[in-house]
T-cell receptor, first 115, second 111 residues
Framework: DTAVSQTPKYLVTQMGNDKSIKCEQN?????MYWYKQDSKKFLKIMFS???????INETVPNRFSPKSPDKAHLNLHINSLELGDSAVYFC??????????????FGEGSRLTVL | RKEVEQDPGPFNVPEGATVAFNCTYS??????FFWYRQDCRKEPKLLMSVYSSGNEDGRFTAQLNRASQYISLLIRDSKLSDSATYLC????????????FGAGTRLFVKA
């Protein structure tokens, strides 16, 4: 029973296309994230949502648009894909606040390749 | 200066060796500290939390020095299965709850 699941796991597409990655968590957490891990393996936060509200937007191009229909889902839509968007995108969730460690639980990642 | 800095390695050690990783962070108001492990082509997973009093879990010991803004991870009696990337993670709550990952230190344990 996967705690954080994201689809698709692999995505190969042409430059200029639009694609979406979906994420769902069944942990009851309030906060969800999108991270990008590039070829140098550096894991960088893109967005954070708390109870469907955008909390963090880390200088990400406007072509990236997150959407959180409810606190268990956080989807990522990317318009006009570029070669530099090729990376592994990880969804994660956590429960913040008093008494919680802030541990992040990650999905298995979505490997995006832009040709 | 990066918010969280680690030696990228790689560290190549024989089985049974003791290896230590270091990490420094720039925000003195940081609140929580962790080590995560990431296997090749997998997602990061929590290895252990880090406290000023130290935290030991079997062969793994983590230590935090708030004065020096320094975190360490010690692995004793290395196993082949310890080969992975170890990520230093810092959480701060200045201007919002923020989790920052270091770039990771790669470890290869060889027979």
């Amino acid at each position: 029973d996967t705690a954080v699941s994201q689809t698709p796991k692999y995505l190969v597409t042409q430059m200029g296309n639009d694609k979406s990655i979906k994420c769902e968590q069944n942990l009851g957490h309030d906060t969800m994230y999108w991270y990008k891990q590039d070829s140098k393996k550096f894991l960088k936060i893109m967005f954070s949502y708390n109870n469907k509200e955008l909390i963090i937007n880390e200088t990400v191009p406007n072509r990236f648009s997150p959407k959180s229909p409810d606190k268990a889902h956080l989807n990522l839509h990317i318009n006009s894909l570029e070669l530099g968007d090729s990376a592994v995108y990880f969804c994660a969730s956590s429960q913040e606040g008093q008494g919680y460690s802030g541990e992040l639980f990650f999905g298995e990642g979505s490997r995006l390749t832009v040709l | 200066r990066k918010e969280v800095e680690q030696d990228p390695g790689p560290f190549n050690v024989p089985e049974g060796a003791t290896v230590a990783f270091n990490c420094t962070y720039s925000n003195s108001a940081s609140q929580s500290f962790f080590w995560y492990r990431q296997d090749c082509r997998k997602e990061p997973k929590l290895l252990m939390s880090v406290y000023s009093s130290g935290n030991e879990d079997g062969r793994f010991t983590a230590q935090l020095n708030r004065a020096s803004q320094y975190i360490s991870l010690l692995i004793r009696d290395s196993k082949l299965s310890d080969s992975a990337t170890y990520l230093c993670v810092v959480i701060s709550n200045t201007g919002g709850f923020k989790t920052i990952f270091g770039a990771g230190t790669r470890l290869f344990v060889k027979a």
